[in-house]
């Protein structure tokens, strides 16, 4: 009899133990339809061009190569402002920092890393960003990766559209950023 109750409990413990696993692997899937956070918010760089230093939020570190016209090889560094609208004197929310670089001898298209950092009374933490950037498609995704703060371990999608671009020195670009992993 003892044995009995010894291989029944074995068991019972065994199935416990694999429908907890089944259900937490089903609370971590997501519905790419309804992101657990989503936000709308607008980039802005301006290029130092050797006269703006007062008001310039990146500056070329690497100059483009002579190997196209797409300004191949040439790599900037940014602190730019993250505003809710479209306007750049509008209120920072966030400061994106990182880099991108041209990676593309045929068109023009560049390559993120860079890092949301908020310091807001509605968000605190940053939100990690990197992926390719097809500048001249429409719309074009980037991969959250990480975060801190309001925005632990996030992860999802940010979807780049360019809005406004007066070469060489500003462009605007509107960042749907959408999380589906919060916690």
Not at 64 to 85: C, E, L, Q, R, Y
Not at 108 to 133: C, P, Q, R
Request: glycine share 6%.
């Amino acid at each position: 009899m003892r044995k009995l109750i010894v291989k029944l409990s074995f068991h019972f413990l065994f199935f416990f133990v694999l429908s907890q696993c089944v259900l937490a692997a089903k609370g971590n899937s997501f519905n790419q339809d309804q992101p657990c956070k989503r936000m709308v918010l607008y980039y802005h760089d301006i290029l130092f061009n050797g006269t703006n230093m007062a008001n310039a939020t990146s500056s070329q570190a690497a100059k483009a190569s002579n190997m196209s016209n797409h300004n191949f090889g040439s790599m900037v560094i940014f602190d730019d402002p993250m505003t809710k609208d479209n306007h750049l004197l509008s209120p920072t929310v966030a400061r994106a920092q990182g880099f991108y670089f041209f990676d593309m001898k045929n068109t023009f298209g560049a390559w993120f890393a860079y890092t949301l950092v908020f310091n807001s009374s509605e968000h605190k933490g940053t939100l990690n960003i990197m992926g390719a950037d097809p500048i001249t498609v429409k719309t074009r995704d980037l991969s959250v990766v990480g975060g801190t703060g309001d925005f632990f371990l996030a992860r999802g999608i940010v979807t780049l559209q360019t809005e406004t671009i007066q070469v060489p020195d500003y462009f605007r670009l509107k960042m749907d950023i959408k999380l589906y992993e919060c916690h």
